[in-house]
């Protein structure tokens, strides 16, 4: 199954909620062109009668001023008649029916243009991983997406994974076959070192120490060596390694 670009998608999800807010922006100018007031149109959208001024204002134009009639009465007095003014759609509305976006174009601080740097030169270095690496290395303030992003704003293509033969997992098929060390950080300083038999996953040896250099690891080793000795040299599949045996014969 292939993955999706988190950046498409997020891209076709900006532009439905712009889409809608544009349709909104027409309808609230539409409801205004029937002679509707702000304070109407406002509660009809639970916007605040300001915010439909500002939108009408951006996007319609007068073109039927209001008319202040006088007539006679017939019994000498005046009437009075004001016409409401007709509004349309302004020349060339749709280009103003995009939303502004606040502060800033993106890319154009100083903390993002330090980010910028820092990942670029993280990337050339390192072209063969992903963004979430790359923000990890670069040692940015940043999330993955963000990194993603900037990459792609300076001509850098997503790292994506290559279709191939799925992975499987490998077990010895007897015991001694394979040995595995362990490191483990248990915090404050101590770690645990091990060695794990890959066919029974019995722990053969273990130490719980403040440091992991390659002294600790062979001394593990060795006690590993130690507790198994009888069961390296009588092995009933008689598949000892000699590179095994060599060690055994040169650590006495």
């Known amino acids: 199954m292939t993955r999706k670009n988190p950046d498409k998608r997020t891209a076709k ?3 439905k909620l712009e889409d809608e807010r544009q349709a909104k922006k027409v309808k609230i100018c539409q409801y205004r ?3 509707e007031s702000y304070r109407t149109i406002g509660a009809r959208f639970g916007m605040s009668h300001q915010a439909i001024a500002n939108i009408c204002n951006l996007l319609l134009v ?3 001023p209001a008319r202040k009639v006088i007539r006679h009465g017939p019994r000498g007095g005046r009437i009075v008649t004001i016409t409401k003014e007709g509004y349309g759609f302004k020349k060339g509305f749709k280009s103003l029916l995009a939303s502004k976006r606040p502060g800033p174009r993106p890319g ?4 993002c243009d330090e980010i910028e740097k820092a990942v670029v030169k993280t990337r050339k270095k390192y072209g063969f991983l992903g963004a979430e690496k790359i923000g990890r290395i670069a040692n940015v303030d940043a999330s993955a997406p ?3 992003k900037t990459l792609r704003r300076c001509g850098f293509d997503n790292i994506t994974k290559k279709k191939g033969q799925a ?3 490998f077990c010895a098929s007897f015991p001694n076959e394979m040995w595995q060390i362990d490191y483990v950080d248990l915090g404050a300083g101590t770690h645990l070192l091990s060695v794990i038999d890959d066919h029974s996953r019995k722990i053969l040896s273990k130490n719980i120490s403040y440091s992991w250099t390659t002294d600790d690891v062979l001394r593990i080793i060795k006690e590993a060596i130690m507790e198994q000795r009888l069961s390296l040299i009588y092995n009933e599949f008689n598949q000892v390694s000699v590179k095994l045996c060599l060690f055994l014969k040169n650590s006495g």
Do not use: D, E, M, S
């Not at 154009?108 to 903390?111: F, G, H, I, L, W």
């Open 62 to 64: 007068v073109v039927k």
């Open 146 to 148: 963000t990194v993603r």
């Open 13 to 15: 999800r900006l532009k």
């Open 167 to 169: 992975r499987k997992r």
């Open 108 to 111: 154009a601080t100083p903390k």
């Open 33 to 35: 062109i029937k002679g």
